[in-house]
């Protein structure tokens, strides 16, 4: 019995094995194309960001809101983390508190004395560039050497360095660590640490002052601009996009304090007893209240809440320092 093969059906099957070599064609051609190869030199680091920026991100996010230990699986419990932060951690608020003094204080105080050193080091007379190299040199050291360092410096009684140099002008040593007179003392002897980094800051601005056109300063001396008219109203300003970019590096990096305060804890006494916070929680920052709350109680579903919380903080400065540049910020020449 013979039986035919429908026209439509017999030209589909015709074109079936031409349509999928058409597609490999145009496949192999992409793959030889230039922008493939545009794609392939950019996979690398794609892949990277996702499976250690974006996964990291999105699997941090879905821990805070379980309750998740490193023996147990995650168990959701909703927004209960959040609501134990922001109704009745005590700590987090003492945290909030010490960051908004720190952080504040921190940032201004580097943003200025960096651009004020820049702006001195900027001119050319004998010795320059070996004062750049010596305020820039230090900033380049480790963070934690550098606390184990001044951790000695403030030591409390005439053992330490800071109280040493009191004593030079007659003044009576702090506790710098642990003063029940001065809650803040402890977090101004990590302020004052704060002074070893100025010289990143002051190499940027210092780039950023080489940059500027002279023919602005010819032309504002030819106005009789003095000098400080000339640092207002031609240096600031074409200075504005490195500010910004200061101001945003630096106020993260503050937001990150973590090993300074940490290890002034340790000075302090209170690592041997579990406490990684310093005497009534004077040296707890966003990252040591992380730290103390996954690895040393293992809540690392509430740590996880506290750190969206720090990322969200973090976002929303950096989004609002960038909203006021855009009215204030010059560019180009």
Known sequence: MHMSIPDDQRRGSLRGPARSQTLWQRFWKFLRSRDARGYFYIAPWVIGYVLFNIYPLLRTIY???TDYNLFLDPKWIGL???QQIFFHDTIFRTVLTNMLFYVTISTVMTIV????????LARNFPG???????????????????ATLFGQVFRSGEVGLA???LGWVHLAPFNWLHSNTSPLLALVAVLLVDFWFIGGNMLIFLSGIRGINPEFYEAARIDSANAWQRFIHVTLPLLSPVIVFNV?????????AFEIPLVFASNAGSLSTGQTLGDNNRLATFLTYIYTKSFI??????GAALSVIVFAITLVLTLIVLWIASRYTVYGD
């Open 63 to 65: 821990l805070s809101f």
């Open 80 to 82: 209960k983390n959040y």
């Open 113 to 120: 004395l960096g651009l004020l050193f820049a702006v001195l």
């Open 128 to 146: 320059n560039y070996l004062f750049r190299t010596i305020f820039y040199v230090p900033s380049l050291m480790v963070g934690i050497s550098i």
């Open 163 to 165: 109280n040493s140099m």
């Open 248 to 256: 945003i590096t630096n106020l993260i990096w503050h937001l990150q």
């Open 297 to 302: 109680f293992g809540q690392f579903g509430y």
